[in-house]
């Protein structure tokens, strides 16, 4: 009896010391964000603009990208009543204009503390209805343009010993699920890319965060791609999005992001449910797969408008939107996913 009371206060002392450890390099590791800078991919809109305010809120002076230049200066003038804002028009699938764009940073702010990994595209449809192109696009999305990012930040960040890198991929990044295909294959690359790097820029003082959100509400379906039966597709991956419990809303994913790289965490992965799900799928590979057959048989199957592409805005129907899909409908207007003229009347002249 007392070998066993023993052995219990010995795992409790370990097991103590292990988060006492884990607690003082956290501590060690904290910076504080007040002046300095942080370099936002997909910054005008979605998770992007909800992590641009809230890194505002602290003090940071921002520069932000994306393609959509409209949606772009729309973002710079809402956060330059906060701080000092850059906002850069940049496909990340240009790689000389994404080195433009760092050396614009550097040369505006002198210095880039901090780069976040945020820009994605999304195409939902059965595999057969997916081309080489969404494979392609997804890849250098998701996949190239990080890492040109990261390959023009990392020799300003390694000579001054110290940086941020801030990789969101996706619980489609740990655990591949039907009619994602070439968003969870390129983000399975990404995850891979984001923890090799953290191994090997540690001696550089250089600290890579690699972030799994599972379901968010960013509002981002709406502007989301859409083949095959794209109103049903456009149904369930809305309502996917809107269900509280199995979704977080933006402002919680970004406020826990920036904890986690604030303290130069390795990985970060967003909600209870993906959390539960990414265990489950490392305890059981196998199951996990069989299990995602059975959803696979439930989802809608090709045809509709087959190869073609529909925003998710022009896919609706009575499922979606409707008072199911409210909170994403709601934060697609809060985030910059709709232009003010297509903001209902209640809405219109609103500040985002």
Request: net charge neutral; hydrophobic share 40%; charged share 20%.
């Amino acid at each position: 009896m007392r070998d066993g009371t023993n052995k219990l206060l010995l795992m409790a002392a370990g097991l103590g010391a292990c988060c006492l450890a884990r607690a003082v390099m956290r501590s060690a590791r904290s910076i504080d964000l007040k002046g300095r800078t942080a370099l936002i991919t997909g910054g005008s809109r979605g998770l992007g603009l909800v992590l641009a305010r809230e890194l505002a809120a602290q003090g940071m002076r921002l520069v932000i990208c994306g393609r959509d230049e409209e949606a772009l200066h729309r973002a710079a003038a809402e956060l330059q009543g906060q701080t000092e804002v850059l906002a850069v028009p940049c496909d990340l699938r240009d790689r000389g204009r994404i080195a433009e764009m760092v050396q614009l940073a550097l040369t505006r702010f002198g210095a880039i503390d901090v780069l976040i990994n945020n820009a994605g595209v999304i195409a939902v449809a059965p595999m057969e209805e997916m081309t080489q192109q969404d494979y392609e696009e997804a890849m250098q999305v998701h996949y190239w343009g990080p890492l040109h990012a990261i390959q023009a930040v990392l020799p300003h960040m390694k000579q001054r010993k110290q940086g941020r890198i801030v990789n969101i991929s996706s619980i489609g990044g740990k655990i591949s699920v039907p009619h994602l295909l070439p968003y969870c294959g390129s983000k399975f690359a990404l995850t891979g890319l984001s923890e090799g790097l953290r191994a090997e820029l540690l001696e550089d003082g250089i600290y890579v965060t690699t972030v799994i959100p599972g379901l968010m509400r960013t509002g981002s379906p709406r502007n989301a791609d859409f083949k095959g039966q794209h109103e049903a597709e456009y149904a369930w991956f809305a309502l996917g999005d809107s269900l509280p419990g199995f979704s977080i809303s933006a402002e919680t994913a970004a406020r826990t992001i920036i904890s986690a790289f604030r303290q130069g965490e390795a990985e970060v992965v967003l909600s209870l449910p993906a959390k539960l799900a990414t265990t489950f799928h490392g305890l059981f590979p196998g199951l996990t797969a069989d299990l995602l057959g059975l959803v696979h048989r439930l989802l809608p199957g090709p045809g509709g408008i087959g190869q073609h592409r529909a925003k998710g805005k022009e896919s609706g129907s009575w499922l979606a939107p409707s008072w199911l899909t409210f909170l994403t409908e709601r934060a697609a207007r809060d985030n910059n996913e709709v232009p003010p003229q297509e903001q209902p009347a209640q809405h219109a002249g609103a500040t985002p």
